[in-house]
């Protein structure tokens, strides 16, 4: 991998490699770029991963190590996207706003305040005991709609305008798919840049691109934005501009259309196509009257301008808010898939391209620069094509490297005999009943991964109920601490989904078993395959075989891969899904996994289990 990862560097071309676990690919990726480093050229090096996790692993423990052995000379910084910062403004405003209130958030408060004295990075991954989903989060970090940028008091502070001065002078700049692509959509506005050209490019987690790129190439509006643009403008007639009561009352107006707006969806959450819903009678009404209000509040905002930088700024949001408005209702626009989600609260209304191959490759070719796309899991049944064509990559050499494990004497593959279908009622309980005395046997060290969140709370309520062992939950801590738990307790079963199937390190006999629910089939009505589903059917295409089918292998593998981390690790993966047997399409996951032994007989996988030391 190092020799074509070199080679590809020398030939400003394209790879795309997939290396399974245990092949070292961060190692092999990164000594020749260091190697490759030409000072004079000032030719820099772009790595992005696909986590946060990883981002840190790379910095923190690979790089060091490859710097001091390659005597590489130049810079190296990591860079990470503006809402992993404290924003010293919002923070200060945030404590203002919230005096007197809640106990517990001015606890927090007064403890990120502290925080904020000495830290010199302003990275809140750093702040002791917060978790990464803390809802207080988002008032003391700043996103592209309401930063101040030159106007903010504290600019000369920022730590987001440190962290990208740094970025722009080094000359190895670790960041994560999504500030690639951010960068990308800042360059097109001509106001300047996020990450510094290179002639390098690496992507590690190559798999999650074209998720990410789809999201990145479409354009989204939500309540919330329109939300806090309200009460953006309310908190400047409070604090600056007291006569401005006309202002208020339009803010107020914006706010209760959006809210309005949202219950005329007439359900509890969901997605679904917007180009069908915008046409109902209700939703056009309450579309103008959202644009009435919008286009009001402007008018009445055009008297006020220059009199507060932070208006003048809400003034610009609220024109931008209006225009992609509009263009979201302009729904007839070919190549594109038009739809709105729906959370308890709030919603979002998205434009998303329906390929994003063509735009990706423009923008590779606008770059003189070798570009490589790594994972443990690009390929399906040893073809590439899934992946490639997502990203137009049809011209890039293709290399797939088995992992260098025992799967044979290491591991053991079930598929348990006589378990319902999935969507059977009554399921979780089935599977409690079946599986706790296979995590006995494990004496806990087991994952069970989900595909669902209603299914990941009823396994855990079960388990819970019937083992006298840890059960650890998904969402009850944040990802890192839930993980330090699972280690130190020794003994416990963790239920989980989404982002514990990839990114997840666990090495040794900590993780001696591996369980998942079911094969990890997309909804069809999840807006993204949705597109790609459309997209399919345009060009004559098998959508099941050629979208669904290949995305779910990927995932497949990713949870798999949870399993063994080491050449000393041993352990059992067990998958309740029958129709990895009865099905045709079965044989299409199977073939993709290691060779692993295979059996029906959960007696099998106790007996495994005990055996391990």
Known sequence: MAEAVANVIKTKQQLVVE???GTGKTFAYLAPALLSYDKSARSKIIISTGSKALQEQLFSKDLPLLVETTNFTGKVS?????????????????????????????????????????????????????????????????????????????FDDCFIVKARKKAMDADLVVINHHLFFADLAVKETGFGELVPEAGVYIFDEAHQLPDIASMYFGESLSSR?????????????????????????????????????????????????????????IMELH???????????????????GKSEVLDHCFDRLNQFTLLFKKLNSVNESGFSYWYDCTKQHFSLNITPLSVAQRFQLECQKKEAAWIFTSATLSVKGYFEHF?????????????????????????????????????PGLADKLVERLSPVIRASKGRCFFLCTSHAMMNQLAIGFRRTLTLPVLLQGEKSKQALLDDFVSHGNALLVATGSFWEGVDVRGQALSCVIIDKIPFASPDEPLLKARIEDAQLKGKDPFAQVQLPQAVITFKQGIGRLIRAEQDKGVVIVCDNRLVTRPYGNIFLNSLPEMPRTRDLDNAIAFLKNIN
């Open 225 to 281: 934005q329109l939300i806090e643009l309200a009460k953006e403008i309310d908190y400047v007639y409070r604090t600056q501009i007291h006569e401005a009561k006309q202002m208020a009352k339009a803010a107020e107006q914006l706010r209760t259309a959006a809210l309005d707006f949202r219950l005329a969806f007439a359900m509890d959450k969901g997605t679904g196509s917007w180009r069908e819903k915008s046409r109902d009678r």
């Open 287 to 305: 579309a103008q009257r959202l644009l009435q209000v919008m286009d009001f509040l402007n008018e009445v905002m055009c008297d006020l301008l």
């Open 388 to 424: 490639t064509d997502l990203l137009g990559l049809q011209s890039s050499q293709c290399l797939q490297l088995n992992s260098p494990f025992d799967y044979a004497k290491q591991t053991l593959f079930v598929v348990p005999r006589l378990l319902p279908e999935p969507g059977t």
């Open 78 to 154: 990591v860079l990470k996207g503006r809402n992993n910062y404290l924003c010293n403004e919002r923070l200060n405003r945030f404590m203002l706003e919230t005096k007197h209130k809640d106990k517990t958030l001015q606890v927090e408060l007064v403890k990120i305040k502290s925080w904020s004295l000495k830290t010199k990075t302003g990275d809140i991954a750093d702040i002791d005991n917060l978790p990464e989903d803390a809802a207080i989060i988002p008032a003391i970090t700043s996103n592209n709609d309401n930063c101040l940028g030159r106007e903010c008091p504290s």
């Open 19 to 21: 290396a399974e676990t």
